[in-house]
């Protein structure tokens, strides 16, 4: 046999193990076994603390500017 048959046999036994074990793992990582934490509430997003330099100062409200109209020609 030519090499192209072998390397055609080993390339397409690679593919089924991986396939197998990619079905296997998705498999086992949707099984739930009732150690969820979540309690189905409301959860509560608290914004990260940001620690600034001194004399920076984070503003309390988003910047607004007035765009000038632009004319049209």
């Known amino acids: 046999m030519n090499s192209i048959y072998f390397d055609l046999i ?3 036994l690679t ?3 991986l396939t197998y ?3 296997q ?3 086992r990582r949707k099984v739930n076994n009732g150690t969820d934490d979540d ?3 409301v959860s509560e997003f ?3 603390h940001i620690d600034l330099p001194p004399g920076v100062v984070w503003p309390d409200s988003p910047l607004v ?3 000038k ?3 049209a020609y």
Do not use: A, Q
């Open 10 to 12: 080993l390339s397409g």
């Open 15 to 17: 593919y089924v193990i």
């Open 21 to 23: 074990l990619t079905f």
């Open 25 to 27: 793992l998705m498999k």
């Open 39 to 41: 309690e189905g509430g």
């Open 46 to 48: 608290v914004p990260p």
């Open 65 to 67: 500017t007035k765009r």
């Open 69 to 71: 109209p632009e004319k």
